[in-house]
């Protein structure tokens, strides 16, 4: 019996694709019919909020032949850097090292370290240090990166990593439980790789 259910289940077509929600088409002026009358029937003279479905636009589709242009998403919890910028090239410091992203490159999710982001447009070099996050490479030669925290490279004051790094090594020297070895392991860490991201 098991098996006969087994081969009904393999046997079955496996051509149904689900659509991501940014490949659906939306109308933004309407949502869900159910939740926004129930919201008119509470609050009638209040505007129904807009649901998260409605801020999503459909992604092109993936070109037949390989774009001239990378497009990027570059945001933070509180703003976007970049938003659909076209650009040649861009250059992460993934978990895993330095990954360079073209257009064309092959989908990928990465995730980020503290380190230095580099945004490639002609001779036009734009640098970040970010603290992490993730970058999500699309078939598409699109790029989403998501980053906690960023600050252009050249506002970071290099005597002040300086001063952190020799102070959050003296907390790990001196650091006696296993929490404040912790902390003081990621101050050196994150300013180490601020140093390395302001001298190299």
């Not at 073209?102 to 999710?109: D, S």
């Amino acid at each position: 019996m098991f098996r006969q259910a087994a081969h009904r289940l393999l046997t079955r077509s496996t051509t149904i694709r689900r659509l991501y929600s940014t490949e659906v088409a939306t109308d933004a002026s309407s949502g869900d019919s159910a939740f926004v009358e129930a919201w008119k029937k509470v609050a009638p003279n209040i505007d129904p909020p807009k649901t998260p479905i409605q801020f999503m636009e459909p992604r092109p589709p993936t070109p037949s032949t390989l774009p001239s242009k990378l497009t990027v998403n570059f945001v933070l919890p509180y703003a976007a850097e970049l938003s659909k910028a076209e650009v040649d090239m861009v250059i992460v410091p993934a978990t895993t090292g330095q990954m360079g992203i073209l257009p064309g490159h092959v989908p990928t999710i990465a995730e980020l370290k503290p380190g230095l982001l580099s945004v490639h447009e002609g001779n036009d070099v734009k640098k970040y240090f970010i603290s992490s996050g993730f970058a999500f490479v699309h078939s598409n030669s699109y790029t989403d990166i998501l980053a906690v925290e960023a600050v252009p490279l050249d506002r970071i004051d290099p005597a002040q990593v300086q001063k952190g790094l020799s102070e959050f090594t003296q907390k790990l020297s001196s650091a006696s439980t296993d929490l404040d070895k912790a902390e003081a392991q990621i101050g050196v860490d994150v300013h180490s790789a601020l140093n390395s991201a302001l001298t190299g």
